[in-house]
């Protein structure tokens, strides 16, 4: 059955000609676009993606590939295979939410995401902030949800009360994270850099 990690494959497999200038968090961030834009033309997807032109191309050639995307003249969609992936994706993470002015990471555009049930997989949340780095984002705070509070491992078990922001209630209302989810805020110098390195911090954790 398709799943998240045969997709991730696609951004491992050697390709003919240059090297791809995308990875695991640039091929999801694809993804992702098409999925929640049903049709999305090549430029559009580049712009939103973060990606390319050339690397727009070759995301698409290897979906297609696979099996999980198609192409019409309106632009690029996903297959029924793409669709099943897409929806055990969106069991997995919460969508993306935009944030701005919080003082929780460093970044002029942040972008919140919850992991479900990924708790269990945080250590001190390095990971995830060298994942997000990487991508050239500015940084990530990552948090988990234990006895209904934002808490981080080995540090503060209540953050509302001792980081007040009002950052936080829009995390809960709009993740709407459970206990044992982690959560994960990325800040960057552009929203689409932003998302990305959410969801690069994000693939540590599964």
Not at 63 to 92: M, N
Not at 148 to 174: H, V
């Amino acid at each position: 059955m398709p799943s998240l990690a045969s997709l991730l494959q696609i951004s491992e497999r050697p390709i003919q000609g240059p090297p791809a200038s995308f990875d695991r968090a640039h091929l999801l961030l694809a993804f992702m676009t098409i999925g929640e834009s049903g049709v999305i033309g090549r430029h559009s997807l580049a712009v939103r993606s973060g990606l390319g032109e050339g690397a727009v191309r070759t995301v698409i050639k290897k979906l297609r590939e696979d099996g999980y995307a198609g192409t019409t003249a309106s632009g690029c969609h996903l297959t029924p295979a793409g669709k099943r992936v897409f929806k055990s994706i969106q069991e997995e993470f919460s969508p993306t939410v935009s944030l701005k002015g919080s003082s929780l990471t460093v970044g002029d555009f942040q972008v919140g995401i919850a992991v479900r049930g990924a708790a269990r997989n945080m250590r001190a949340g390095l990971e995830q902030r060298d994942a997000a780095v990487k991508v050239s984002a500015t940084g990530a705070s990552t948090y988990v949800m234990k006895s209904g509070k934002f808490s981080i491992p080995g540090g503060s078990s209540d953050c509302e009360k001792d980081f007040p922001s009002k950052t936080w209630s829009a995390l809960r209302e709009q993740l709407k994270p459970k206990n044992g989810d982690a959560v994960i805020l990325c800040g960057a110098s552009d929203e689409t850099t932003a998302k990305l390195g959410a969801l690069s911090a994000t693939l540590t954790l599964v």
